[in-house]
């Protein structure tokens, strides 16, 4: 059975979002099928649990070619055989390879500010500005203290209200 990057990637996510309970093996089967329909319900998509460009732009994921090898070409030499060995030549690893790992729980907050409306809402794990510009205006409607910050009393009252699980 061949895997699939991409749904390994959205199963990941799913997983984090607890939609997912499965084993992240990039084999799209019912239970993958059934979590996805539940995240699209979850979020108004309509509920095809299939994966499309919709769903993974509202799970913040991104069709890669990571696993493609980007071959770096040798330098040419000017001389035979150099008496040392040549230094070794980096090679930049993609983008996706070095990040680590989302916070599940920043994850969970961003889906929940994207369901609340935030379209534009990336479920990277990264607390950037318009992840804090998104949980101030969320603790100024529910009268939190507007710290911007993705504290416990902003995952207290998603999860009050139903944003997150």
């Known amino acids: ?3 699939d990057p991409t749904v ?3 199963q990941g996510i799913l997983k984090d979002l607890d939609f997912y309970s499965g084993t992240v093996d990039g084999i799209s089967g019912p239970n993958t099928r059934k979590a996805i329909q539940a995240y699209q319900q979850k979020v108004g998509l309509p509920a095809t649990g299939e994966i499309d460009a919709v769903l993974l732009d509202q799970l913040g994921a991104r069709q890669t070619t990571a ?7 040798r330098p040419v030499d000017s001389v035979a055989a150099p ?3 040549p230094a070794p030549i980096p090679v930049s690893a993609p983008a996706d390879a070095a990040a680590p790992a989302p916070d599940a ?14 379209d534009d809402m990336q479920l990277d794990g990264v607390v950037g500005a ?8 969320f603790q100024s409607l ?6 911007g910050e ?10 009050e209200i139903g944003l997150t699980n």
């Open 83 to 85: 008496a040392v060995a």
């Open 67 to 73: 696993a493609i090898p980007h071959p770096v070409p």
């Open 150 to 159: 993705p504290d416990e009393i902003v995952y207290v009252k998603m999860r």
């Open 1 to 3: 059975v061949k895997t």
């Open 130 to 137: 318009r992840t804090k510009a998104a949980i101030k205006e």
């Open 8 to 10: 390994e990637q959205v």
């Open 105 to 118: 729980r920043i994850v969970k907050i961003q889906a929940g500010l994207k369901a609340f409306g935030n």
């Open 142 to 147: 529910f009268g939190l203290p507007q710290t």
